[in-house]
C-alpha cells in the first residue's frame, strides 16, 4: 500500500514539472522579477500568395516593470515567442495537389499538361507548322490534344504514319511532319508509243509496250523481223554441180521505221558446186541501227561410195581429209607380190559422183611375183610390215597423190595434204 501512494506522487510530480516547463518554456529567467506578462497577438497579416500556399504573421508584445535589470523584450521571453507564421491559401488549380514542407511552406504539384505555381496554366503546344500541299484539321493545341494533316487533291502522302501529331506535356508537338507528293504525274499523259502509266508518289512508271524503252518510252529497240527463214539443205548430186532455188525471207519492221537488205547472193537460185554455202540475208534498221539476220546453210555432196577392201597381201591408201567430197585411194603390195596384170603401177582408184569407184574393178589380192609373166617396166614401192611402216607408205600416197590427176585434192588442201592424215587399211602380212 505504501509503493503504490509513492507512484503516484511521483507520477504527479512529472506532471507539474511538464506543466511548468510547457507553459513558461518562452518566458526569461527575470520573468517574475520584471512583472512581465503578455499583450494580445496582433491581427494576421496579408497572405503572401493567392494559392499555393502562401505564408502570414503576427506579433505580440510583453509588459515588464520599469526597474533596473528589467530593460527589454528579451528580459521578459525569448526573440522567438513574440511572433508567429502559418500557411495560408493553400489551394491549386486543375486538380494539382498541395505538398508541404516544414510548418511554414507549401507548394502546388501539378497534373500532367498543367503548370505554374498554382497549377493554373494549360500546357500548349503552339500553331502546327504547315506542310506543302496540304493542310491540318484540329483547333485545339493544348495538351493531349491532336491535330491531323492531310494532303490536297492529286496529292498523296508518302509516309502517313505521321498523318497525326499530338501535344506532348513540354509543350511541342510528337513526330515529324509529313510529306505531300503529287501523285496523278499520270494525266498527262507522259508515257508514249502505247506505254501504260502508272502513278507514283511524287513520280511516274511507265510500262513500255513491246520495242520500247525509256523513261517514257521514247526510245525503240524494235529490230527488224523476217516471216520467215529458209532451213538448212544437204543435197547428194551424181553431177559436180547442182541448181538450187529457196524463198528469200521477208523482213519489216512492227513500228513503220525503213529498212535495209543486204545478201550474199543476189537471186533467190544458184549453181552450187561440191561444198557448204551459207545463204546470209541481213536486215538493217537505220533509225537504231539494229539489225536482223537469216542465215541458212546449202551443202552439196556427191553420193559416197562403199568403203574399198584393202588387197590380199597388200594395204589401201586413201585421203583422209574431205572424204564427202573426194576418195582417192591406192593399191600397194607386200614384198614379193606385185599388182596383178593388166593394174598400171600409177593407177589412182576415185569415187565417182554417182556413188561407184572407177575404175570399177579393182582387183582383190596381190600377186606371187615369181607367178608374173614377165617384169614390169615400172617398179612399184614394196614394204615388208604394214602397220610398221605405215607412215613410210603414207608418204608415198601423199607423193603418189600429187602427181595423179586429183593432185588438186592437195593443191586445194595445203594444212590437211600429210602423212599424219592419210588412212591405211593393212591385210596380214604373207607367211615366209
Same mark, same amino acid.
Given at each position: 500500500m505504501q509503493n503504490r501512494n509513492e507512484n503516484i506522487f511521483l507520477v504527479s510530480i512529472f506532471l507539474l514539472f511538464c506543466e511548468i516547463n510547457y507553459c513558461c518554456a518562452d518566458r526569461a529567467a527575470t520573468w517574475d522579477?520584471? +512583472?512581465?506578462?503578455?499583450h494580445d497577438w496582433k491581427s494576421w497579416s496579408s497572405c503572401t500568395a493567392t494559392c499555393g500556399g502562401g505564408k502570414q504573421e503576427r506579433i505580440r508584445w510583453v509588459r515588464f516593470n520599469d526597474k533596473p535589470g528589467c530593460n527589454g523584450f528579451e528580459d521578459c521571453a525569448t526573440n522567438d515567442s513574440g511572433w508567429d507564421n502559418r500557411i495560408c491559401n493553400a489551394n491549386c488549380e486543375n486538380g494539382g495537389t498541395i505538398k508541404t514542407y516544414g510548418s511554414t511552406s507549401a507548394y502546388c504539384r501539378c497534373k500532367t499538361g498543367t503548370k505554374g505555381k498554382?497549377?493554373?496554366?494549360?500546357?500548349?503546344?503552339?500553331?502546327?507548322?504547315?506542310?506543302?500541299? +496540304?493542310?491540318?484539321?484540329?483547333?485545339?493545341?493544348?495538351?493531349?490534344r491532336?491535330?491531323?494533316?492531310?494532303?490536297?487533291?492529286?496529292?498523296?502522302?508518302?509516309?502517313?504514319?505521321?498523318?497525326?501529331?499530338?501535344?506532348?506535356?513540354?509543350?511541342?508537338?510528337?513526330?515529324?511532319?509529313?510529306?505531300?507528293?503529287?501523285?496523278?504525274?499520270?494525266?498527262?499523259?507522259?508515257?508514249?508509243?502505247?506505254?501504260?502509266?502508272?502513278?507514283?508518289? +511524287?513520280?511516274?512508271?511507265?510500262?513500255?509496250?513491246k520495242g520500247w524503252t525509256g523513261r517514257n518510252c521514247e526510245t525503240d529497240i524494235q529490230p527488224p523481223i523476217y516471216d520467215h527463214c529458209p532451213t538448212n539443205k544437204a543435197i547428194l548430186v551424181t553431177t559436180m554441180t547442182t541448181n538450187q532455188t529457196w524463198t528469200e525471207?521477208?523482213?519489216?519492221?512492227?513500228? +513503220?521505221?525503213?529498212?535495209?537488205?543486204?545478201?550474199?547472193?543476189?537471186?533467190?537460185?544458184?549453181?552450187?558446186?561440191?561444198?557448204?554455202?551459207?545463204?546470209?540475208?541481213?536486215?538493217?534498221?537505220?533509225?537504231?541501227?539494229?539489225?536482223?539476220?537469216?542465215?541458212?546453210?546449202?551443202?552439196?555432196?556427191?553420193?559416197?561410195?562403199?568403203?574399198?577392201?584393202?588387197?590380199?597381201?597388200?594395204a589401201i591408201a586413201c585421203n583422209g581429209w574431205k572424204e564427202q567430197y573426194a576418195r582417192v585411194c591406192k593399191f600397194y603390195c607386200y614384198s614379193g607380190y606385185d599388182l596383178p596384170p593388166g593394174f598400171k603401177p600409177d593407177t589412182v582408184i576415185n569415187c565417182g559422183a554417182t556413188g561407184k569407184w572407177m575404175p570399177s574393178n579393182p582387183f582383190s589380192e596381190c600377186i606371187l611375183m615369181n607367178l608374173l609373166p614377165s617384169a614390169r617396166d615400172v617398179v612399184t614401192p614394196k614394204f615388208n610390215n604394214c602397220l610398221a611402216e605405215k607412215t613410210s607408205i603414207a608418204e608415198t600416197y601423199i607423193r603418189d597423190l600429187k602427181r595423179s590427176q586429183f593432185n588438186a585434192l592437195c593443191v586445194d588442201n595445203l594444212d590437211f595434204c600429210n602423212d599424219r592424215n592419210v588412212s591405211i587399211t593393212c591385210t596380214k602380212a604373207p607367211v615366209e
Amino acid at each position: 500500500m505504501q509503493n503504490r501512494n509513492e507512484n503516484i506522487f511521483l507520477v504527479s510530480i512529472f506532471l507539474l514539472f511538464c506543466e511548468i516547463n510547457y507553459c513558461c518554456a518562452d518566458r526569461a529567467a527575470t520573468w517574475d522579477a520584471c +512583472g512581465c506578462s503578455w499583450h494580445d497577438w496582433k491581427s494576421w497579416s496579408s497572405c503572401t500568395a493567392t494559392c499555393g500556399g502562401g505564408k502570414q504573421e503576427r506579433i505580440r508584445w510583453v509588459r515588464f516593470n520599469d526597474k533596473p535589470g528589467c530593460n527589454g523584450f528579451e528580459d521578459c521571453a525569448t526573440n522567438d515567442s513574440g511572433w508567429d507564421n502559418r500557411i495560408c491559401n493553400a489551394n491549386c488549380e486543375n486538380g494539382g495537389t498541395i505538398k508541404t514542407y516544414g510548418s511554414t511552406s507549401a507548394y502546388c504539384r501539378c497534373k500532367t499538361g498543367t503548370k505554374g505555381k498554382c497549377c493554373e496554366q494549360i500546357v500548349t503546344c503552339g500553331s502546327p507548322s504547315t506542310i506543302s500541299h +496540304g493542310t491540318y484539321t484540329g483547333t485545339s493545341f493544348s495538351y493531349n490534344r491532336k491535330i491531323t494533316y492531310h494532303c490536297n487533291s492529286d496529292y498523296n502522302m508518302t509516309n502517313p504514319w505521321r498523318a497525326v501529331r499530338t501535344c506532348s506535356q513540354w509543350g511541342y508537338w510528337t513526330g515529324s511532319l509529313p510529306t505531300c507528293e503529287y501523285a496523278v504525274s499520270c494525266n498527262s499523259n507522259p508515257c508514249k508509243n502505247g506505254g501504260i502509266c502508272t502513278n507514283m508518289l +511524287g513520280t511516274y512508271r511507265c510500262s513500255c509496250s513491246k520495242g520500247w524503252t525509256g523513261r517514257n518510252c521514247e526510245t525503240d529497240i524494235q529490230p527488224p523481223i523476217y516471216d520467215h527463214c529458209p532451213t538448212n539443205k544437204a543435197i547428194l548430186v551424181t553431177t559436180m554441180t547442182t541448181n538450187q532455188t529457196w524463198t528469200e525471207p521477208v523482213f519489216t519492221d512492227p513500228h +513503220g521505221f525503213g529498212i535495209e537488205i543486204s545478201k550474199n547472193y543476189q537471186n533467190s537460185s544458184f549453181e552450187f558446186p561440191w561444198g557448204k554455202f551459207a545463204i546470209q540475208y541481213i536486215a538493217t534498221k537505220p533509225s537504231n541501227g539494229m539489225t536482223k539476220e537469216c542465215t541458212f546453210w546449202i551443202t552439196v555432196t556427191p553420193h559416197q561410195c562403199k568403203p574399198l577392201q584393202a588387197p590380199k597381201h597388200g594395204a589401201i591408201a586413201c585421203n583422209g581429209w574431205k572424204e564427202q567430197y573426194a576418195r582417192v585411194c591406192k593399191f600397194y603390195c607386200y614384198s614379193g607380190y606385185d599388182l596383178p596384170p593388166g593394174f598400171k603401177p600409177d593407177t589412182v582408184i576415185n569415187c565417182g559422183a554417182t556413188g561407184k569407184w572407177m575404175p570399177s574393178n579393182p582387183f582383190s589380192e596381190c600377186i606371187l611375183m615369181n607367178l608374173l609373166p614377165s617384169a614390169r617396166d615400172v617398179v612399184t614401192p614394196k614394204f615388208n610390215n604394214c602397220l610398221a611402216e605405215k607412215t613410210s607408205i603414207a608418204e608415198t600416197y601423199i607423193r603418189d597423190l600429187k602427181r595423179s590427176q586429183f593432185n588438186a585434192l592437195c593443191v586445194d588442201n595445203l594444212d590437211f595434204c600429210n602423212d599424219r592424215n592419210v588412212s591405211i587399211t593393212c591385210t596380214k602380212a604373207p607367211v615366209e
